[in-house]
């Protein structure tokens, strides 16, 4: 957070629930909030354990379901109490109202999936170098690793699909069904070819898109259509 203070970048941060910051909510003044999904809102300055300052806290809170709050109950056998409700509660340096910086939040949720992906399947965590430079330059290949897996499902697509209700297929899974692939390449009479397994149950997919990706071809300063309709 000081650091994007120092750059004057925008922070929303998931706060961690402590039983002060729980405290603290409690004691809060609580109001509608009709433009998010919670039933109230409510912001005040906290200075946790060992932060230099206090920040503007923001939290939204609705109550929990009764078949919720009795299994807690009975999970807990009466020892302690239950609260009735549910906190998301967020450190902030934006001074916008709380529910724009709740949905700001929520937009990191498109990113966070194909992040784990990278990290998982094209290794952008894997510094292997202790120049920066070096590093941002694998990453940048991790990346780009990860947008032409995108292309090759694209490129894969049933001519009829709309691209856009499309679903994901990770790195991972397009590996296993069409670069992980037990083949054998042969050479007979001046021609190479490639028999596939028998237990290869990709191999008309797999013809299909290596057919698409031999014939793109340049056609003034774009490319001729592979498909019907043409990607875009």
Known sequence: ???DEEFDGRFVICARKTSRLVEELRQA???ASPKTDADAECEFQYQPDGWSKPYRFVALRKPKPREEREAEQMEQYQLFGTSQYKYRVFVTGMRDPIYFVAWFYGQRGGAENPIREAHNDAGPAAHPSGRFDVNGNHFQLAMLACN???WLMLFNREPQTD????KHTTLATSRLRFLFVAARIWRHAGRTGVSYSDHYAEKGV???LMD???RIAPRGESYQPVMVPALR
């Open 206 to 208: 797999f013809e299909r």
């Open 148 to 150: 032409l897996n995108c």
């Open 163 to 166: 691209a856009a209700q499309l």
């Open 1 to 3: 957070m000081e650091a």
């Open 212 to 214: 698409r990706l031999r």
């Open 29 to 31: 003044e609580w109001k």
